[in-house]
């Protein structure tokens, strides 16, 4: 369990809270490149971390993040016209930059001054791997860019989509790096009785700390000839899960894959998810992979593009089919993520975290806890918090079935490649 002080200390990221200026040291994924497909497009309301945004492309194809509220009289920069490399309030025809610098102020006298002395916040962006990624924290501490490998492959060895769910973020990410719920949870096939995490169900977890979170492997014994199902998965602060897809339903080999998602808060009650899978094959995904199609997360099937908002929801009970949880899968909810994403919202908009009962197999999200209140303390003492310099590079999850004498930690020159024979 957690305590009701520290539950609140991880879970709220509004401005001036220690968890929301941690957060701010770190790139955060906030937009699909298609919401901003080309120069002097119109603007985008961007909702993070508690504020309320305003995103435009400008005329050069440079991302802009700024305030929605101008900075004149506070009306909303969403209703600007996107023009001339430049953001116009179109209350008295103040425009902005990228950087909010006031390039124009057609109200006031040309002789006038005041423009130089009118700078509205400007938020840093980036993109990779088909999103656009912002940066709210101190402007002399931006960190290098993100280096995950899905952001570098070519967009026909990616795919990414994006939705909101309601509830608070920690939620979330607890359930993206829980691993023993997939043996219930995610059982699909009733009647296949060869699943290997169907077949084993009680893994055993084992979190080794790293500079940029942890990695953790989930050790599930098969039978006596056939060794252990062993995965391996990353936790990256402070939202970014990372799971393997190398070993088919059964143990077979499939072409190598990597997964995962990053839970960035809207605000306490909201998460924005986006939903990435890539591979390093030389051969690209095929469409149903890019899709993500069967997942619970594949554009027009399960998310709407323009409110990114899902198909199955609280509001119809993630369309639960009870002959089908009786018949055919455990839950009767279609969708892997379409699964997690209910049982996260069933806890409420935040869980109340000091009514809990953890056992061995939630390791990885009592790791988790802790590293999340490390990154507050290192934060508040002018410290830069585990992760947020990019301390990775090309890290990979791995699963394999392994002999029962072979430990997990043989797949390590796989899941660190950049750094394998050095």
Not at 146 to 164: M, Q, Y
Not at 271 to 298: C, H, I, Q, S, Y
Not at 390 to 414: G, M, Y
Request: hydrophobic share 30%; charged share 25%.
């Amino acid at each position: 369990m957690l305590s009701r002080e520290n539950n609140e200390l991880i879970t709220r990221v509004g401005p001036g809270t220690p968890m929301g200026d941690a957060m701010r040291r770190y790139w955060i994924p906030t937009l699909m490149d298609f919401e901003l497909p080309e120069p002097d497009c119109d603007p985008v309301r961007v909702r993070l971390l508690g504020e309320d945004l305003v995103a435009f492309r400008d005329s050069k194809g440079r991302v802009g993040l700024l305030p929605d509220a101008c900075p004149h009289r506070r009306v909303s920069l969403y209703f600007g016209r996107n023009e001339e490399e430049g953001l116009r309030c179109v209350y008295h025809g103040w425009k902005f930059d990228v950087d909010g610098v006031c390039v124009d102020q057609p109200n006031e006298p040309e002789q006038s001054n005041f423009k130089h002395k009118v700078k509205t916040r400007a938020y840093k962006t980036w993109e990779g791997g088909n999103v656009v990624w912002a940066y709210l924290g101190p402007s002399d501490e931006v960190p290098p860019p993100p280096a995950f490998e899905w952001t570098t492959v070519p967009d026909s060895h990616r795919g990414v989509t994006k939705l909101i769910q309601t509830c608070n973020w920690v939620q979330a990410v607890e359930g993206g790096i829980d691993t023993s719920h997939s043996s219930f949870l995610h059982n699909n096939d009733l009647s296949d009785k060869t699943l290997l995490r169907s077949r084993s169900t009680a893994p055993y977890l084992e979190v080794e700390q790293t500079n940029y979170g942890y990695t953790y492997s989930s050790v599930r014994p098969l039978s006596k000839d056939e060794g252990n199902y062993v995965r391996t998965y990353h936790y990256v602060l402070p939202f970014h899960q990372l799971r393997a897809g190398q070993v088919g339903r059964s143990g077979e080999p499939v072409q190598p894959r990597s997964s995962g998602h990053c839970w960035v808060p809207i605000d306490d009650e909201n998460t924005m998810v986006f939903n990435w899978t890539f591979t390093w094959d030389e051969n690209p995904l095929n469409d149903k992979d890019r899709r993500l199609a069967g997942t619970g997360n594949e554009w027009d099937v399960d998310i709407d593009r323009t409110t990114f908002r899902t198909v199955r929801n609280k509001e119809n009970d993630w369309k639960l089919d009870r002959q089908m949880q009786r018949t055919e899968n455990f839950t009767g909810i279609v969708g892997v993520n379409t699964q997690d994403r209910a049982l996260q919202e069933t806890m409420g908009t935040i869980a109340d975290r000091s009514q809990e009962h953890l056992g061995t197999s939630d390791r990885a999200i009592i790791a988790m806890r802790k590293l999340l209140q490390e990154a507050i303390r290192v934060n508040a003492d002018g410290g830069a918090p585990r992760g947020s310099q990019n301390e990775f590079v090309a890290i990979r999850a791995i699963d394999r079935i392994l002999p029962a004498d072979q430990p997990w930690s043989v797949l390590k020159p796989e899941m660190y490649p950049a750094t394998a024979g050095r």
